[in-house]
């Protein structure tokens, strides 16, 4: 059964500042890796998705990388903001879930402050 | 107008009674979900529908029932709520890259 593993659970930093959130998931016969945002009271928004052939994806301020291999994968933020302030999902998509069902890690909740 | 909705946003039940969470999408996918998201459990898969004859049981599925009336309509049922449903929960629906998520259904059962 696949896991999927955050790090750290809760993060709090100065605005400004660069970041890395980690995903750690078992089985690394993954079709792709998505990264979540979670606002209270709302729903989950995409941020990227990274295909299991790619190495990384980039959006703005925002770059994830994926080493399958070792079963992992960053989200990196760079220059914070206080509206980045959210909860970040790590979702995977693995082969032995069957046709595009995602397993979420249980998120990062980032808080930056002013 | 949002893509994905989810009716009612909140809902406070009483152990034993019966109610019906609906999600409908305007985004012409064939694929939808329904997830449970617990504090400190992540999101689970409930049940899920390739098209409106597949049905398919997720992660967690007991105690709970799906009807895909059409395919923008897939609703959830609790036939007996029992306190431990007590839950936010996602309707999804994608077309088979990324999945687009409705803005949840806080449910209380006494």
């Known amino acids: 059964k696949q896991e999927v593993t955050q790090i750290p659970a809760a993060l709090s930093v100065p605005e400004g500042e660069n970041l890395v959130l980690n995903c750690s998931f078992t089985?690394?016969?993954?079709?792709?890796l998505q990264w979540f945002r979670q606002d209270p009271g709302k729903g989950l928004t995409s941020l990227l998705l990274?295909?299991?052939?790619?190495r990384e994806q980039t959006s703005g301020r925002l770059n994830a990388s994926l080493d399958k291999s070792s079963g992992r994968s960053t989200l990196y933020i760079a220059a914070s903001q206080p509206g980045d302030s959210a909860t970040y999902l790590c979702a995977v998509n693995y082969s032995g879930a069957g046709s595009y069902q995602l397993t979420f890690g249980k998120g990062t909740k980032l808080s930056v402050i002013p | 107008d949002a893509d994905v909705t989810q009716t009612p946003r909140n809902r406070i039940t009483k152990t034993g009674k019966r109610i019906m969470l609906e999600c409908s999408q305007t985004?012409?996918?064939?694929?939808m979900y329904w997830y449970r998201q617990d504090p400190g459990l992540g999101l689970r898969l409930i049940y899920y529908?390739?098209?409106?004859?597949?049905?398919n049981k997720g992660e967690i599925s007991d105690g709970y029932s799906v009807s895909r009336q059409a395919q923008a309509k897939f609703s959830l049922s609790l036939e007996s709520a029992i306190p431990n449903q007590t839950a936010l929960y996602f309707c999804?629906?994608?077309?088979?890259?990324?999945?687009?998520f409705g803005p949840g259904t806080r449910l209380l059962v006494l």
């Open positions: 999804a629906t994608s077309s088979g890259v990324t999945q687009y």
């Open positions: 990274i295909q299991s052939s790619q």
């Open positions: 985004k012409g996918h064939d694929r």
């Open positions: 529908s390739f098209d409106v004859k597949d049905i």
């Open positions: 089985d690394s016969a993954i079709y792709n």
